[in-house]
Structure formats: structure tokens, C-alpha cells
């Protein structure tokens, strides 16, 4: 019998635009097997996700195969079935986990109604047993409680449950393929560590084969069998995992390498003059969360407790942690974007007060936020867009200083002046968060909190970011809050660092110490959950 689950064959797809076709994949070969695990890496635009929709037949309107190219399934020319065959394939024979949980599942049905309905669909079950099935997948897949979760709608549950919940549909039929299309993308490191064991162990248990589509190198060598590196539609390299974490071949795959951020290649300097710009003391953020419609009943949630810190002039400040640690509640606390119930925030050794600090902290201290795309006026142009603080803030005395100065900041993060006129959804992820970095020094502030500024983009494109915030610090002597789960960022960017746990940083210190010599059992957990090269 034939190993191979998949064989693709000169695939190559074109996109047509205004009757012109544009080149998108480029004679791609390449095959998965039984129990073997191919991780498919990259940048971003580099073809992954084309790759794995054209196997499941679910490419954009406009884009074109050609006919010379092959994906054959169990010998099967997926390229030559019908919609109807291709319905039946779907889910019950390849199954895909979708980058984004959130916006995957139904809003408006149950995570267990969702779950039932790829078994109603793809097997013979009676309504009994497909619901012991959804509890059975959902304990399987590491849920705490599968009944309560079953009952829960979507956006009530945690990323990582979401995405547990999301492996758990695909697996719902017992497919023979999984593609896991950047599964732990936004996941803390300890919940990024669980779904990669889950997924292993489900593939070693069921002998299926995986196609895992990443851009971060530590992962893929974790979980892969075979790597294929894509670059602009095409295959760079395609080898084993041990030839290629061992033996780079490519000027591409080098560069790959070359674009880790590590401990290694941090280039500050350790001479530069600080003083005290932040100082947290004794912070409590307290949200009330009323356990019924109908009841009087509430409960008080910690979010921020007792949290202490301070942040000098010209450094960069690392807040670590799980999802739901606190980290961003804390940032939110400082901007005065939600009530900080008890403590002492100072700035400039001024104390800002909660009701005076959304006035006129805006020109002091900004914010890069997590997604760029949502935090962009989807109808407004970039120039619109970078001076719509300043205008709000009054920073500028004239129109054409504020003309100059969005221009000054769009050369600073390497964008040219004709962006100004582009709208955001023009422009890749790494040149729209450049945006959002171009937005914020606008305002000219002391203090900026860059909350996960780097965790949807590739290697080659955060390094590239990292790079930026570095030089702009240097030439601008502007302070960092850095929130972050990825250890590899802080251990290249940050000078201090603060890990929290359950709304309490409970342990902080220089970066050397904390990463290198950690003392808390949270800390030393938070590590040992990094994936290495």
C-alpha cells in the first residue's frame, strides 16, 4: 500500500485582477504520508494558506489553476471532483484548523451544537451518541469541564479553549489529514506548549498525517518530520527536519535563521543615563461580574493586585504571563481605560489621578495595540488616519507642522510619504503596524505600551519591527511597556522584566537574572514551555 495521504503536483495559481494574471503559487511540489507531520514555513504572502485552501478547493473566486498542476488525494485528483465529492472530502476526510478561532465558530450556536453537527453531517450517529462524542472530543482535547463548554457559546471561552475546541470539531469525523493553519498564533507559551503536545499525541494515536502551516521556526522543529520553506509562491527547500535545522542551504532559509531574536544579538548600550519616568505602587484593578440576570448575587475579580513596578527613561519593560494574567488590564489601568480601585501611579514624579489622566495623558504615554487591522479606521487614509491624535490633542500649531510632522514620522518607520493617500487594508501586516508605530511617536510621548506588537507577524518581518523599536528608542530616548508571551522578544528588546501570575507579578527583576537564573515556580514553568532551536 502507498504511504502517501496527499500528493500535490506542479500546482501553480494565478489571480486575475482587471484581466491580468498575477503569478501566486509557482510549481509547488510536494507530499504528506501517513503519520508524518510536514511543516509548512515561511513569511507572510508567501503561499501557505493558498496552498492548504487549494487542497480543500476553497480558493477566492478569481483565482485561477492551471491545468497542468495535481493534488491527488489517496491517488484521487482532487482538482477533477465535484462540489458535491468535494463536501463529502471536506471534514470527514481533511480537516482544517483555521488560524483564528474566534472567528471561525458560529457566534450564535453552542461550541457543543457546532461540534454535533460535523458528526450529523459526516457519520451515522444517533443524537445520543453524538452528544457523548462532543464530551468525549472535548475531554480528549484537554477541557476541563466538557459539559459546561459544550453549553457555552464561543466567545465565552479563553483563546486557548477556543482553539481546543476548535481541534476538537476537526477531529469530530476521524479525518485522515489535519491542517493546522498557524494553530497557536496567539497563544501564551504554556497554552502554545499544550496544543502542540495535543496535537502530536493525537496524530501518533490515530496515524494521521499532518500539515502544519507556521512562521516560527522553534515550533516547526518541534513537531515536524519534513520541513518545506515557501518564499513568493515558491518552494525554497524541501527536506528533512534534521538536514534543515542542521544544514542550511538556501540564502532564504539563512536569512530565516538570521531573523531570531536572541540573546546573542542584543546590540544595546549599557552606558546611557536613566532616571525615573513610570512608577506603579500598589495597583489594584477590580471588575464586579454578576453571577445571574435575575440575581442580586456578585462577585469581585481580581484583576490587578497589589502590583508594583517603575520604568526608567530610555528602557524597554517587559510584562510576561499566560492569557488572563492581568497584563493588559494593568495597561489599560495606567491609561486610565479602565478604574484603578487602589494604588499610586506616577509619572515625571507627578501622580496622576484617575479622572485628569484621560485628558492629557494621551501626549504623554501611547499604546501600539495587539492587531493593527482593528485598530484602524478601515475608512480613513493613513494621513487621516497618523492625525487624528494630534488634531484631538491640539499637539501642533498649524496644519502644515502637522502635514510635516506625519511625513518626519512615516520616514522614521521606514514607510515613504506616498503611504499617505493608501487606505490600511492596502498595506501588509508589518507596514500597517510600522503605521500604528508612526501613529503613536506622533504624539510625541515618553512612554509607549506596545501590547504584543509582533505576535500575527513572521520572522523576517518582527525582526524587522524589533529593529525599529530598538532604533527609535536609541535616537528618541522613548521608554517601552512591553506585553508580551514571546521569551525570544524580551530576551533581544527588554532591560527589566515582570512576570505575572493570577493578576500578581510574582517575580521581577533585570532580564539577565529572571530568564537566566528565575526563582519563582511560575517563572521556571513559564521557560521550560519555550520551544528552542
Known amino acids: ?12 495559481i494565478d489571480f486575475v485582477h482587471a484581466h491580468k494574471r498575477v503569478p501566486a503559487i509557482d510549481k509547488l511540489n510536494l507530499s504528506i504520508n501517513h503519520g508524518e507531520t510536514l511543516a509548512l514555513v515561511g513569511s507572510s504572502g508567501s503561499g501557505k494558506t493558498l496552498t492548504a485552501l487549494s487542497i480543500l478547493q476553497l480558493l477566492p473566486h478569481n483565482a485561477c489553476i492551471h491545468t497542468e498542476s495535481q493534488i491527488l488525494w489517496k491517488g484521487k485528483d482532487l482538482l477533477n471532483q465535484t462540489r458535491m465529492d468535494m463536501q463529502k472530502i471536506r471534514g470527514k476526510e481533511i480537516s482544517m484548523i483555521f488560524q483564528e478561532a474566534s472567528t471561525a465558530f458560529n457566534p450564535v450556536m453552542t461550541i457543543g451544537e457546532q461540534i454535533e453537527s460535523m458528526l450529523k453531517r459526516h457519520t451515522t450517529l444517533n443524537k445520543e451518541l453524538r452528544q457523548m462524542r462532543v464530551l468525549d472530543l472535548l475531554d480528549k482535547v484537554g477541557i476541563v469541564d466538557p459539559q459546561h463548554s459544550a453549553r457555552s457559546y464561543p466567545h465565552t471561552l ?7 475546541a476548535m481541534i476538537a470539531m476537526a477531529l469530530a469525523p476521524e479525518p485522515d489529514l489535519l491542517i493546522a493553519d498557524e494553530p497557536t498564533t496567539a497563544l501564551d507559551v504554556t497554552l502554545q506548549a499544550q496544543i502542540l503536545k495535543l496535537l502530536i499525541d493525537i496524530q501518533k494515536q490515530q496515524n494521521i498525517g499532518l500539515l502544519f502551516i507556521t512562521h516560527d521556526l522553534a515550533i516547526a522543529k518541534q513537531v515536524a518530520h519534513r520541513v518545506a520553506v515557501m518564499s513568493e509562491g515558491r518552494m525554497l527547500a524541501y527536506e528533512t527536519s534534521d538536514i534543515f535545522f542542521n544544514h542550511q542551504h538556501h540564502a532564504y532559509t539563512k536569512a530565516l535563521f538570521d531573523a531570531l531574536p536572541t540573546w546573542e544579538k542584543r546590540t544595546y548600550k549599557n552606558n546611557v543615563h536613566r532616571e525615573n519616568l513610570l512608577s506603579v505602587k500598589n495597583m489594584n ?10 440575581k442580586k448575587k456578585r462577585k469581585i475579580l481580581n484583576a ?3 502590583v ?9 519593560f517587559a510584562l510576561v504571563g499566560e492569557s488572563g494574567s492581568g497584563k493588559t488590564t494593568l495597561a489599560k489601568g495606567i491609561l ?5 480601585n487602589a494604588g499610586e501611579i506616577q509619572l515625571n514624579r507627578k501622580i496622576l489621578t484617575y479622572p485628569t489622566r ?8 501611547q499604546i501600539i495595540f495587539q492587531d493593527p487591522v482593528t485598530s484602524m479606521n478601515p475608512h480613513m487614509r493613513v494621513s487621516e488616519i497618523l492625525s487624528e491624535g494630534a488634531k484631538a490633542q491640539r499637539t501642533f500649531s498649524s496644519e502644515r507642522i502637522r502635514e510635516q510632522m506625519v511625513d518626519k514620522m512615516l520616514h522614521q518607520v521606514g514607510l515613504s510619504e506616498d503611504c499617505k493617500q493608501r487606505y490600511p487594508h492596502e498595506f501588509s501586516g508589518g507596514q500597517r503596524q510600522r503605521i500604528c508605530i508612526a501613529r503613536a511617536l506622533l504624539m510625541q510621548p515618553r512612554l509607549l505600551i506596545c501590547d504584543e506588537p509582533t505576535s500575527a507577524l513572521d520572522m523576517v518581518t518582527q525582526m524587522e519591527i524589533l529593529n525599529l523599536l530598538k532604533s527609535l528608542q536609541e535616537s528618541l530616548g522613548i521608554s517601552y511597556l512591553l506585553i508580551t508571551h514571546n521569551m525570544s522578544v524580551v530576551s533581544y528588546l527588554a532591560h527589566k522584566i515582570a512576570v505575572m501570575y493570577h493578576g500578581e507579578i510574582v517575580e521581577q527583576g533585570n532580564v539577565s537574572d529572571v530568564l537566566f537564573s528565575p526563582q519563582h515556580t511560575y517563572t521556571k514553568k513559564l521557560l521550560s514551555a519555550v520551544p528552542i532551536i
Do not use: P
Open 1 to 12: 500500500m502507498d504511504k502517501k495521504l496527499l500528493e500535490i503536483k506542479q500546482l501553480a
Open 308 to 316: 508594583s513596578f517603575s520604568i526608567d527613561t530610555c528602557q524597554t
Open 304 to 306: 490587578v493586585n497589589n
Open 285 to 294: 484593578v477590580n471588575f464586579t461580574i454578576k453571577k445571574s440576570l435575575f
Open 358 to 365: 484621560q485628558r492629557w495623558l494621551g501626549k504623554d504615554i
Open 158 to 164: 479563553s483563546g486557548g479553549m477556543r482553539q481546543r
Open 336 to 340: 486610565g481605560l479602565v478604574r484603578v
